[in-house]
């Protein structure tokens, strides 16, 4: 009996289906992502097989032995930013497996329109990882992957003999490893994908993920859920101004001095936010299903409440200073801004914690 093709042996035959302005459209879009300075330094961490301190403590609490701190991994061995570009400059399309059904929809959209653009973003962050899922698979580097597994085993047995030190740390099942997408055991490609989502937060600013609607199959607007330290838990969205940049860059020819429009890093600007438990859980927002794990019971009032995750906290704070003035006699808060402030706080979800908690 014939074996059946490979994913990625599908792939050409997949891209066969999209018109020459489609395809040229998502080439050029791909390639203009791995022409990046940050896209290049992103898969040449997982080529050479630990990311750096830097990128390390940008996600994740610090933990004194960890082989990126034992190592001192401050930057990326010798060589692997090259190999990271002579992969981009031998990439073809068609080597990446993407889904039947995500190139279908892309199809079926008019080049140009908001529908265009949200699925020309999903096969993009699709792209995103899934090279980066393929170049960990690769574990070729100057650190393979038994570094890190050999240590991790090794917290497990510490924890598992009482250890207080690991009492309540979990560690990722890979060095590469965005906080809450760690379920290898219900990823396609397993650890390769835990790898895959890393890659795409450190380029794009976090999982992209959409608003599928009813039928779960939609993708009526884009959210970004990053793994910054220092950064909001939240899901969040580009702003209009940061999405248009992004669709631009995405569609125009590349150009060495043209402004990288990512990673978007959610800021105040960016509203309004959900609680990737409602998200996932009540509101049809995400990727694929299998990607995340939702625990048993949904956030109690009060867990995730700061202006980093909610901005309109701030603005709460700012409406009820309006009338106060200081011992100068200056009011706190003018006019100007606490019309603004009245404005920014109606862009909420019923995630939030100042929607009324019974229609959460």
């Given at each position: 009996?014939?074996?059946?093709?490979?994913?990625?042996?599908?792939?050409?035959?997949?891209?066969?289906?999209?018109g020459k302005?489609?395809?040229?459209?998502?080439?050029?879009?791909?390639?203009?992502?791995?022409?990046?300075?940050v896209?290049?330094l992103?898969?040449?961490?997982?080529?050479?097989?630990?990311?750096t301190e830097?990128?390390?403590r940008d996600s994740?609490?610090y933990?004194?032995?960890?082989?990126?701190?034992?190592?001192?991994h401050?930057e990326?061995?010798?060589?692997?930013?090259?190999?990271a570009r002579?992969?981009?400059?031998q990439?073809?399309?068609?080597?990446?497996?993407?889904d039947?059904?995500?190139?279908?929809a892309?199809?079926?959209?008019?080049?140009?329109?908001?529908?265009?653009?949200?699925?020309?973003?999903?096969?993009v962050?699709?792209a995103?990882?899934?090279?980066g899922a393929?170049l960990?698979?690769?574990?070729d580097g100057?650190?393979?992957?038994?570094?890190?597994?050999?240590?991790?085993q090794s917290?497990l047995?510490?924890?598992?003999?009482?250890?207080?030190?690991?009492?309540?740390?979990d560690?990722?099942p890979?060095?590469?490893?965005?906080?809450a997408?760690?379920y290898?055991?219900q990823?396609?490609?397993g650890?390769a994908d835990?790898?895959?989502?890393w890659?795409e937060?450190?380029?794009?600013?976090g999982?992209?993920?959409?608003?599928?609607?009813?039928?779960e199959q939609?993708?009526?607007?884009?959210?970004?859920?990053?793994d910054?330290?220092?950064?909001?838990?939240t899901?969040?969205?580009?702003t209009?101004?940061?999405?248009g940049a992004?669709?631009?860059?995405?569609?125009?020819?590349?150009?060495?001095n043209?402004?990288?429009?990512?990673?978007?890093h959610?800021?105040?600007?960016n509203?309004?936010?959900?609680?990737?438990?409602?998200?996932?859980?009540y509101?049809?927002i995400?990727?694929?299903?299998?990607?995340?794990?939702?625990?048993p019971?949904?956030p109690q009032?009060?867990?995730v409440?700061?202006?980093m995750?909610?901005p309109?906290?701030?603005?709460?704070?700012?409406?009820?200073?309006?009338?106060?003035?200081n011992?100068?006699?200056?009011?706190?808060?003018?006019?100007?801004?606490?019309?603004?402030?009245?404005?920014?706080?109606?862009?909420?979800t019923?995630?939030?914690?100042l929607?009324?908690?019974?229609e959460?």
């Amino acid at each position: 009996m014939a074996s059946s093709p490979s994913p990625a042996s599908q792939c050409p035959a997949i891209l066969g289906l999209l018109g020459k302005e489609h395809r040229n459209m998502l080439e050029r879009a791909v390639r203009n992502v791995l022409s990046t300075e940050v896209a290049e330094l992103v898969y040449a961490q997982i080529l050479d097989g630990l990311p750096t301190e830097k990128s390390l403590r940008d996600s994740s609490d610090y933990v004194k032995d960890h082989p990126v701190h034992s190592l001192q991994h401050a930057e990326i061995c010798p060589g692997y930013v090259d190999k990271a570009r002579e992969f981009r400059n031998q990439f073809d399309l068609s080597q990446l497996p993407l889904d039947f059904k995500t190139i279908k929809a892309f199809l079926d959209t008019v080049p140009g329109s908001e529908t265009s653009s949200l699925r020309l973003m999903e096969v993009v962050a699709v792209a995103c990882h899934q090279i980066g899922a393929y170049l960990f698979n690769l574990d070729d580097g100057a650190h393979k992957h038994k570094v890190y597994e050999d240590w991790r085993q090794s917290v497990l047995e510490e924890k598992e003999l009482g250890v207080e030190s690991r009492r309540y740390y979990d560690p990722p099942p890979i060095a590469f490893c965005h906080r809450a997408y760690r379920y290898p055991e219900q990823y396609p490609k397993g650890m390769a994908d835990v790898a895959g989502y890393w890659a795409e937060s450190k380029i794009l600013g976090g999982v992209v993920v959409f608003d599928r609607g009813e039928t779960e199959q939609e993708c009526n607007a884009m959210w970004i859920h990053g793994d910054l330290i220092r950064g909001p838990r939240t899901l969040y969205p580009p702003t209009q101004e940061q999405f248009g940049a992004l669709i631009k860059f995405l569609t125009t020819p590349f150009e060495e001095n043209s402004t990288c429009p990512f990673p978007i890093h959610g800021a105040s600007v960016n509203r309004p936010r959900w609680h990737p438990y409602h998200a996932f859980a009540y509101y049809h927002i995400f990727r694929d299903k299998y990607e995340r794990r939702l625990p048993p019971n949904p956030p109690q009032p009060g867990c995730v409440e700061d202006g980093m995750d909610w901005p309109e906290l701030d603005d709460r704070r700012l409406l009820l200073l309006g009338g106060f003035s200081n011992p100068q006699g200056e009011p706190y808060v003018n006019d100007d801004e606490y019309a603004a402030a009245t404005e920014r706080i109606k862009n909420i979800t019923p995630s939030s914690p100042l929607w009324r908690q019974s229609e959460i």
